[in-house]
């Protein structure tokens, strides 16, 4: 690889897209990789999801063709030819139809290789995409990338098999993982608070969106002081910007449970604000429909908080098949019995998850720079994958 050209995301100080070019040059300059990163222009400099829920819809799909646009530049100027790579950040990239139409063109020197990570779309029952009725087209969208691209970046084996069914053809790839910076990450508190020093707080920091299934953990509130009524236990919700849904019906039980004591709501919480409130919590909970690993889990586990998730879908390659962070599917009673012991005790592999997923750019370079076939899921058993410990 000559040169890698980086089509990122657009920054929101409310999503992890805050930090990510950041976490992605840090392992560029320490593997001594030639990069170009290509920028693209913002609406404005709100840095806000206005529109949508996971990024802004017309934020998204304007520095997506301006970015476009920038690389489209290079490519007219001659600037890549077939030793450079293009890696898209996402999959979902309005005006990504530009590239094929002009490498079909050109004399095959002027081709770089391209990749393209997939986070998550219409092979996903549960995404955004569904809620929105956007299915219908994006699933040809979809297979227009896979036609031509180099290679998918998947995050896990279960998405993997969720391509397999959806019958896309280009090599995919497993990176096992998320983008993440774990010393990034730790460097915005002054202090790992030490465990038995933090507030008996449970968090909740997914969105609250309906694949993020926040009626369980409101669930789940009702049952620990079912079962503990003198508890002090804290069940915290945790937002970028002020809570929303795209289920209108969870926000009414939500304010109640807020008034009744039975959840903290914490708001419009800047990165390191909201870091804050994780490095003096106990456990991070998740109960989603949908996440494929979850940045919140790494930086849970960086910051020395216990985290507790449901063993569905990515999570138990995620947490290494760890039994004891992870609870029966949509079992409230499994949920309970090992929250309580999460509670009280730091766990002993704390810290692991997030120094596996802190190695994912490095796999991903891995990939590009053509040393990735241990990651490659194109055989007929490539389900044999999904029961392995990757660390």
């Known amino acids: 690889m000559r040169t890698l050209y980086h089509i990122g995301l657009e920054s929101y100080k409310a999503r992890y897209t805050y930090q990510l070019q950041q976490w992605y040059e840090a392992v560029f300059n320490?593997?001594?990789?030639?990069?170009?990163i290509v920028e693209g222009e913002t609406l404005d400099d709100t840095k806000a999801i206005v529109t949508g829920q996971v990024l802004d819809a017309h934020g998204r799909s304007y520095y997506s063709m301006t970015q476009l646009a920038q690389l489209v530049k290079l490519m007219k100027q001659g600037k890549l030819n077939n030793e450079d790579v293009i890696l898209f950040e996402d999959m979902f990239t309005p005006g990504i139809e530009s590239v094929p139409y002009i490498l079909n063109q050109v004399d095959p020197v002027h081709r770089p290789r391209v990749f393209v990570r997939c986070l998550a779309q219409s092979i996903d029952p549960d995404d955004f995409?569904?809620?929105?009725?956007?299915?219908?087209?994006?699933?040809?969208?979809?297979?227009?990338?896979?036609?031509?691209?180099?290679?998918?970046?998947?995050t896990n084996e279960e998405m993997v098999m969720?391509?397999?069914?959806?019958?896309?053809?280009?090599?995919?790839?497993?990176?096992?993982?998320?983008?993440?910076?774990?010393?990034?990450?730790?460097?915005?508190?002054?202090n790992i608070i030490p465990f038995n020093e933090r507030k008996r707080r449970v968090v909740f920091s997914a969105r609250w969106d309906q694949e993020k299934n926040p009626d369980f953990y409101m669930n789940l509130?009702?049952?620990?002081?079912?079962?503990?009524?003198?508890?002090?236990?804290?069940?915290?919700?945790?937002?970028?910007?002020?809570?929303?849904?795209?289920?209108?019906?969870?926000?009414?039980?939500?304010?109640?449970?807020?008034?009744?004591g039975l959840l903290t709501i914490h708001e419009n919480l800047e990165k390191n604000d909201y870091y804050n409130i994780v490095n003096d919590s106990r456990v991070v909970f998740n109960c989603a429909l949908q996440d494929w690993v979850s940045n919140t889990v790494s930086e849970a586990d960086a910051l020395g908080c216990n985290v507790l998730y449901p063993a569905y879908r990515s999570f138990p390659e995620t947490f290494a098949n760890d039994h004891t962070r992870m609870y029966v599917t949509w079992s409230i009673e499994d949920a309970l019995n090992k929250l309580e012991v999460l509670l009280e005790d730091p766990h002993p592999k704390l810290g692991a998850i997030s120094s596996y997923n802190d190695g994912?750019?490095?796999?991903?370079?891995?990939?590009?720079?053509?040393?990735?076939?241990?990651?490659?899921?194109?055989?007929?058993?490539?389900?044999?994958h999904t029961v392995e410990t990757k660390y």
């Open 30 to 36: 320490r593997r001594n990789i030639d990069y170009h």
């Open 129 to 154: 995409v569904h809620v929105w009725g956007m299915s219908t087209w994006m699933g040809h969208y979809e297979k227009m990338v896979d036609s031509w691209v180099d290679g998918v970046l998947a």
């Open 162 to 190: 969720h391509m397999k069914i959806a019958g896309w053809k280009a090599p995919l790839y497993n990176i096992s993982g998320l983008a993440f910076g774990k010393a990034e990450v730790q460097s915005r508190v002054a």
């Open 221 to 260: 509130s009702d049952a620990w002081f079912t079962r503990h009524p003198e508890s002090t236990v804290e069940f915290a919700v945790c937002s970028g910007s002020s809570l929303k849904s795209n289920n209108d019906s969870y926000m009414a039980r939500t304010r109640s449970y807020q008034q009744r």
């Open 360 to 384: 994912t750019i490095d796999r991903i370079c891995d990939i590009l720079e053509g040393k990735g076939e241990s990651m490659l899921r194109m055989s007929t058993d490539y389900r044999k």
